[in-house]
């Protein structure tokens, strides 16, 4: 089978690029895969003639609307020249946008999928609703990492939509050393960053972490008591969590919440809010809990930090994340893909 999947890849970073990293490593074991994304990069030398890129104005407000007439060009080329059976667009909006145009234009069936953003951000842009409506309503199947986006898919026009979580890489075993309390993502409101300052206080004689940058960075430090450690953006999240007693995830939209999954491959708890995804990943009070209100972290806090409960904890969450592995995931991809292909 030959796949083109379209979006934001390595060198680039974040999660959508780590996430189609790991499917298309995957899926090379036995089809051929192709990559469309933003542009310019220098493609690694393994896969130079299989990643393909458009070129587009960095320039605020218009890079993505340009992506979209850009790449959908440049995807019907590509059809001509390698005759692709699939077209998988990743992140709803302006990318998956790209691939419904295509499609109109070549026949090829069309998969996109729903990463969280895109649903709970890009769809309450004006322009922004337009290219997600439309993708959900064109795609053959939309894919989405998490019930809670399936649902939010189905409200705003998809019609046919599957649930397949993200899967989470193997990471280095470093020998658990668990000293701290850690906050592991971007800083930005919705992440909720500043609760992690506030449970600082409120627990003075422990150690917090926070690895992650963003434009929220230099008022959590101005605003931190001494037992936070700002360790900035960090690529070596398995010795982070490998140092780590529980992971808190504050968050107040998560699309899935794969940090939770990275926590628990190690050993290590997770205390998450109920927002988004995040309750499908977390078993209250088995691979870790869930919180609404400060006072019900605190309370939670002062449950969990005891070595016996974290140990715990940290054994069931070592079986739940073990079902999540790359695999797995694109066994059930490929399976969707053979579905519209047969």
């Not at 000293?179 to 206080?201: D, H, M, Q, V």
Request: charged residues 20%.
């Amino acid at each position: 089978m030959k796949i083109l999947m379209i979006g934001h890849y390595p060198p680039h970073g974040g999660g959508i690029a780590n996430h189609l990293d790991s499917l298309v490593g995957e899926l090379r074991k036995k089809h051929e895969v192709h990559v469309l994304t933003y542009g310019p990069i220098n493609p690694r030398p393994f896969e130079r003639e299989l990643v393909h890129q458009v070129v587009i104005p960095n320039v605020f407000g218009i890079r993505g609307t340009s992506f979209s007439l850009l790449a959908a060009k440049k995807i019907v080329e590509l059809h001509e020249r390698f005759k692709f059976d699939i077209f998988h667009a990743h992140f709803v909006g302006t990318t998956s946008y790209a691939g419904v145009l295509a499609g109109k234009k070549t026949g090829v069936p069309l998969v996109v999928t729903a990463h969280g953003s895109d649903l709970d951000f890009m769809s309450k842009l004006p322009l922004g609703r337009y290219f997600v409506k439309k993708s959900l309503m064109e795609a053959n199947v939309v894919v989405a990492v998490s019930h809670y986006l399936a649902k939010k898919a189905l409200s705003l026009g998809a019609g046919n939509v599957c649930v397949v979580p993200n899967g989470i890489k193997a990471l280095h075993p470093y020998p658990l050393r668990q000293e701290y309390i850690t906050f592991i993502g971007a800083l930005r409101e919705y992440k909720n960053p500043g609760l992690i300052i506030e449970l600082a206080r409120a627990f003075p004689g422990e150690r917090f972490l926070i690895a992650g940058d963003g434009p929220l960075r230099k008022i959590l430090e101005a605003s931190a008591p001494s037992n936070v450690r700002f360790l900035g953006y960090r690529r070596d999240i398995d010795r982070i969590l490998s140092q780590s007693k529980v992971l808190i995830l504050p968050s107040r939209r998560e699309g899935f919440g794969l940090v939770v999954l990275e926590a628990n491959s190690l050993g290590v708890p997770a205390v998450g809010s109920t927002a988004g995804g995040i309750p499908e990943l977390i078993r209250d009070g088995k691979n870790g809990f869930l919180f609404e209100s400060f006072e019900e972290l605190v309370e939670i806090l002062k449950t969990l930090l005891d070595m016996k409960r974290i140990r715990k904890s940290g054994h069931i969450g070592r079986r739940i994340s073990a079902k999540y592995t790359w695999q797995e995931i694109a066994g059930r991809i490929e399976e969707i893909y053979l579905n519209l292909t047969s």
